[in-house]
């Protein structure tokens, strides 16, 4: 080997060398300096509603029944200011006999004439656009009394 070659290879070395010390260090250079975000981002969750006042009452004539359920009012902690629908079922035994449909956070069902000893479900669910809350639910007899 020359020593013109061995020149030739230290000074490749050296460079090398040198390249891998120096390019992370402009690299770093480049990212130095943070920046704020000018954006906030958050997140609303939405929740069962709670606290839920209102009646029922029950009225029987031999083998029949009907049941009554008047929600007057509940807490709806979820984003305020928005445009929630409220859907209010009354189901008796798992089957759906009354729905109603709304902005307000008061409904009225009934199960109209049925057979008696039911057991009766009353849920309210809350949708904000598309998203949607757990459900409420409450189990009831045909008894009279609160929610």
């Known amino acids: 080997m020359h020593a013109i070659d061995r020149v030739r290879r230290?000074?490749?070395v050296l460079l090398v060398a040198v390249f891998l010390l120096v390019a992370p260090q402009i690299a770093y250079a480049g990212f130095s300096t943070p920046k704020a975000s000018g954006l906030a981002v958050g997140a609303a969750s939405l929740v069962a509603p709670s606290s839920v006042q209102g009646s029922t009452s029950c009225s029987?004539?031999?083998?029949?029944?009907?049941?009554?359920v008047s929600v007057s009012s509940f807490t709806d902690p979820g984003p305020a200011g928005r445009a929630y629908t409220y859907t209010y079922v009354l189901s008796r035994n798992g089957n759906e006999v009354d729905r109603a449909t709304g902005t307000a956070k008061r409904a009225s069902l009934s199960t109209g004439t049925v057979g008696r000893g039911g057991s009766y479900?009353?849920?309210i669910e809350s949708k904000l656009a598309g998203w949607e809350a757990p459900t409420f639910e409450v189990g009831s007899r045909c008894t009279e009394g609160n929610l």
């Open 60 to 68: 029987t004539f031999l083998f029949w029944e009907r049941f009554d």
């Open 121 to 123: 479900t009353v849920s």
């Open 10 to 12: 230290a000074g490749t």
